[in-house]
C-alpha cells in the first residue's frame, strides 16, 4: 500500500497528473520568446506545478492587455499576467491584484530589486508583481557580413553617422533598415530618437512629465524630421509586419539594422547567431550612456485559495537569482535583481547589464514611453497615433508636434 502511495505521488509531481495548477496570460509567441518561456515552464513544471499556456500575439502586449480586460470582466482572471510598467499600476488601483508581501519578504526581494522596477511592482507598500527581467529600447541590432559588405567600418556614434551607414548598405543593395509597420515598433523608434535628439532631461520633460513646451519644442520638430529620415530607409512591405519578422531580415542577410529592444537578440541567438561574428549590438546611436528600459513583470491576481498556493510558487521561481540568469541569457534581456553574476551571459548582455547598472548610478535610466514605463496606456496609445500617422506621411513633423501636446492631455 505504501508503495502505490509514493508512486501515485511521485506521478503526480512527474507530470502525468499535477496537483496544482497556474494559467499565465503572456504574449511571448515568437521563437525567441517561446525558448525563453520554456525555461519558466520546465523550472515550475519540476515543482509539480502544471503550466496552463494562455498565449495572446502580438509584440509588445496591446492584445493581451484586450484578452485581460474581458477575463478580469467575466470574474475569472488568469493566475499570472505578463505586464509592463503602468498597466500594472492601473490594475493595482482596480484592487483586483494579490498581496506577494510574505514572499517577497521572506526572500528579501526588497533589497535586490532596483527601485526603479519597484515603483511598478509594488502599490501602496504591497508588492503585486514579480518582475522577471529587465529590457531596453535604445538598441540596433546589424548585420555583420552586410556591414562588411558595404564597407561599414565604425559603428555609428550618432545621427549623422547611422544616416550615412544606412546610406552606404542601400547603396551595397540591401534593405538599410528591417522594420515592422506597427504603431508599438514606431514608437519603439521614437523612444531612441527623442534620446538622441534631445537627451535625457528632454526626454524625462517631454515623457515623464509631459511638459508641454518640451513636447512642442523646436526638438520634438527636430525627432519627428529624423523619424521622416529614417522612413526612407524601409523597404516598401514594412507595414504591418511583425517585429520578429523584421529581426529574421537582419538574420538572414537581407537587411543591415533594425531598431529594436533586445528581445530581438532571442531571436538572434533562436537562429543560432553569435553577437560580435554574425551580428552586432550597439546603443542607437547617440544614447551611449543611457537606457530606456521596460522590464517584463508577472503581475499575480487574487485567486482563489487553491490556486494561491500556486500562485507563489511561480512568483518564488521568478525571483530565484539562478532562474533569472538562465531565462534572461536566452531572452536578451538581463536580470531584475542587482546581485544575479553577469558570467552566463554573452557580451551583448554583459553590456545591457553594466549599462543598466551604470544609468542606474548616473541618473540616466528612463522609462520606456513606448513601452508603458514613462506614461499610463491612455497617453502611451494617443502618442502611438501621432507617431505612426507621421510615419506613414499622414501629417507632417509640425502637424505632429502639435499634435503630441494635445495627446499628453488624455
Ligand atoms: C516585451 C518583451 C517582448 C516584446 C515583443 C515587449 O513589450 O517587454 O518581452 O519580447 O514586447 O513582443
Redesign the pocket.
Known amino acids: 500500500m505504501k508503495k502505490i502511495i509514493a508512486a501515485a505521488a511521485a506521478l503526480l509531481v512527474s507530470g502525468a497528473g499535477y496537483a496544482q495548477g497556474v494559467e499565465v496570460l503572456h504574449?511571448?509567441t515568437s521563437g525567441g520568446?517561446a525558448a525563453a518561456l520554456n525555461v519558466l515552464k520546465g523550472n515550475l513544471e519540476k515543482q509539480g506545478v502544471k503550466w496552463n499556456d494562455m498565449p495572446v500575439a502580438g509584440?509588445?502586449?496591446e492584445q493581451a492587455m484586450t484578452a485581460l480586460r474581458a477575463r478580469v470582466t467575466a470574474g475569472n482572471p488568469p493566475t499570472a499576467v505578463q505586464m509592463?510598467g503602468f498597466d500594472i499600476t492601473d490594475w493595482a488601483k482596480q484592487g483586483v491584484l494579490a498581496d506577494l508581501n510574505a514572499v517577497a519578504a521572506k526572500e528579501g526581494w526588497d533589497k535586490t530589486v532596483p527601485k526603479a522596477l519597484q515603483a511598478f511592482s509594488k502599490h501602496d507598500g504591497k508588492w503585486i508583481a514579480a518582475p522577471v527581467n529587465v529590457?531596453s529600447t535604445n538598441w540596433v541590432w546589424a548585420n555583420k557580413e552586410v556591414l562588411d559588405k558595404a564597407g561599414v567600418t565604425k559603428l555609428p556614434t550618432n545621427f549623422d553617422e547611422f544616416m550615412d551607414a544606412a546610406a552606404k548598405v542601400q547603396k551595397a543593395g540591401f534593405i538599410a533598415l528591417a522594420h515592422g509597420g506597427q504603431p508599438w515598433q514606431e514608437a519603439t523608434i521614437f523612444d531612441g530618437v527623442v534620446l538622441a535628439t534631445g537627451g535625457i532631461d528632454f526626454y524625462r520633460k517631454a515623457f515623464i512629465q509631459k511638459d508641454k513646451a518640451a513636447l512642442g519644442s523646436d526638438t520634438m520638430l527636430k525627432s519627428f524630421e529624423r523619424m521622416a529620415a529614417l522612413r526612407k530607409l524601409v523597404d516598401k512591405d514594412f507595414s504591418n509586419r511583425d517585429?520578429n519578422l523584421a529581426a529574421a531580415m537582419v538574420i538572414n542577410g537581407k537587411a543591415g539594422f533594425q531598431i529594436m529592444?533586445d528581445?530581438a537578440k532571442g531571436e538572434f541567438l533562436n537562429a543560432k547567431k553569435v553577437p560580435g561574428k554574425d551580428f552586432v549590438c550597439f546603443r542607437f546611436p547617440g544614447t551611449q550612456g543611457m537606457v530606456s528600459f521596460?522590464s517584463?513583470q508577472f503581475a499575480m491576481f487574487k485567486v482563489g485559495g487553491d490556486k494561491a498556493a500556486a500562485q507563489v510558487k511561480l512568483a518564488s521561481a521568478i525571483m530565484d537569482p539562478g532562474f533569472q540568469s538562465a531565462f534572461n541569457v536566452v531572452k536578451g534581456s538581463v536580470p531584475a535583481r542587482t546581485d544575479v553574476p553577469d558570467t552566463a551571459f554573452d557580451d551583448c548582455g554583459k553590456k545591457g547589464m553594466k549599462d543598466l547598472a551604470e544609468a542606474n548610478t548616473k541618473n540616466t535610466l528612463v522609462g520606456s514611453m513606448a513601452?508603458g514605463h514613462a506614461v499610463p496606456a491612455s497617453i502611451k496609445n494617443a502618442f502611438y497615433d501621432v507617431i505612426t500617422r507621421h510615419f506613414n506621411g499622414q501629417i507632417d513633423s509640425k502637424a505632429a508636434v502639435k499634435e503630441m501636446v494635445a495627446a499628453a492631455s488624455n
Open positions: 504574449w511571448w520568446e509584440g509588445g502586449g509592463l529590457h517585429w529592444g528581445w521596460n517584463d513601452h
